[in-house]
């Protein structure tokens, strides 16, 4: 008896397979149609992102911008890709878009730090305030940019420190670029006492300032006293320098500056501003 239940069980399954061949087929099909969307979609925006990011970069469009549209370009073909797979194997996707749309919802006031910190990297990409290579400073916290994330901007200190900053506290604080414009102002004050001639104090540093190449003389020097104290008194000098020179021309600006007072016999006390 158990085999002939055997028998009539194959039977009935082999009758259940002829009657709903084309129903199969068609699911059949179907599947491997979405399998093959899923494939092709994947790839697709694999390429067309590395297309994307490589034709920016040759047309000299900021590597960060770049990346960043690549990203955003890659993962909406992926959701579309997803979509239309599951629309292929029979899911009612306007319903699954509104789910999905209601859960998306759900997760922004959940991750609303996340989210604001999304837009601020949508918004730093867009006006692009500084460039991948840049020195600036947030509030704060200086570095050279390394790259603008979606959700935070990596910089690297002066000293070889990473540092992880959100996108938006950048756009809420103030941003200084420092690797804007060609050139930079040196500001520097130095301290001499009472005894010191001013007018020889004045010819010496100008004089430092005028033999110095790195200083752009068409932009005008400034040697004058700026404010006395009670036991020294306070020269400003500003001069205009290449931007990557300004660091070495204010160190050397000090070293020259304090050999030509001891030479004059002034007591001087350079500092920086």
Same mark, same amino acid.
């Given at each position: 008896m158990e085999d002939i239940d055997v028998v009539n069980q194959i039977n009935h399954a082999g009758n259940w397979l002829i009657n709903n061949q084309e129903l199969l087929i068609h699911y059949a099909v179907n599947i491997v149609a979405a399998v093959i969307i899923l494939f092709i979609g994947l790839l697709t925006s694999r390429i067309v992102s590395r297309t994307l990011s490589r034709m920016m970069k040759a047309t000299h469009i900021d590597a960060t911008v770049a990346d960043f549209v690549s990203a955003i370009l890659r993962y909406g073909i992926m959701i579309f890709t997803l979509i239309a797979a599951l629309n292929r194997i029979g899911v009612q996707t306007a319903s699954l878009i509104a789910v999905i749309g209601a859960a998306g919802l759900a997760i922004g006031l959940a991750l609303q730090g996340s989210l604001s910190n999304f837009a601020a990297g949508v918004l730093l990409v867009t006006f692009r305030h500084f460039h991948a290579g840049d020195?600036?400073? $947030? !509030?704060?916290? !200086?570095? /050279? =940019?390394? =790259? *603008?994330? +979606? $959700?935070? /901007?990596?910089? #690297? /200190?002066? @000293?070889?420190?990473? =540092? =992880?900053?959100? %996108?938006?506290?950048?756009? !809420?604080? %103030?941003?200084? %670029? $420092?690797?804007?414009?060609?050139?930079?102002?040196?500001? /520097?004050? +130095? !301290? *001499?006492?009472?005894?010191?001639?001013? @007018?020889?104090? #004045?010819?010496? +540093?100008? @004089?430092?300032l005028v033999s110095d190449r790195r200083v752009i003389k068409d932009m005008g020097l400034t040697v004058r006293l700026n404010a006395l104290h009670s036991s020294s008194m306070d020269f400003i000098i500003r001069a205009w320098v290449p931007r990557n020179d300004q660091q070495n021309a204010t160190f050397d600006l000090l070293e020259k500056a304090k050999v030509a007072l001891d030479k004059y016999q002034i007591n001087g006390f350079p500092i920086r501003k």
């Amino acid at each position: 008896m158990e085999d002939i239940d055997v028998v009539n069980q194959i039977n009935h399954a082999g009758n259940w397979l002829i009657n709903n061949q084309e129903l199969l087929i068609h699911y059949a099909v179907n599947i491997v149609a979405a399998v093959i969307i899923l494939f092709i979609g994947l790839l697709t925006s694999r390429i067309v992102s590395r297309t994307l990011s490589r034709m920016m970069k040759a047309t000299h469009i900021d590597a960060t911008v770049a990346d960043f549209v690549s990203a955003i370009l890659r993962y909406g073909i992926m959701i579309f890709t997803l979509i239309a797979a599951l629309n292929r194997i029979g899911v009612q996707t306007a319903s699954l878009i509104a789910v999905i749309g209601a859960a998306g919802l759900a997760i922004g006031l959940a991750l609303q730090g996340s989210l604001s910190n999304f837009a601020a990297g949508v918004l730093l990409v867009t006006f692009r305030h500084f460039h991948a290579g840049d020195y600036v400073d $947030f !509030s704060g916290t !200086s570095g /050279t =940019v390394l =790259v *603008v994330q +979606i $959700f935070c /901007t990596r910089l #690297k /200190t002066y @000293d070889g420190k990473i =540092v =992880v900053v959100p %996108n938006s506290k950048i756009l !809420s604080g %103030n941003i200084t %670029n $420092f690797s804007k414009g060609p050139h930079r102002l040196i500001d /520097t004050i +130095i !301290s *001499v006492n009472y005894d010191a001639n001013i @007018d020889i104090v #004045k010819k010496l +540093i100008t @004089d430092i300032l005028v033999s110095d190449r790195r200083v752009i003389k068409d932009m005008g020097l400034t040697v004058r006293l700026n404010a006395l104290h009670s036991s020294s008194m306070d020269f400003i000098i500003r001069a205009w320098v290449p931007r990557n020179d300004q660091q070495n021309a204010t160190f050397d600006l000090l070293e020259k500056a304090k050999v030509a007072l001891d030479k004059y016999q002034i007591n001087g006390f350079p500092i920086r501003k």
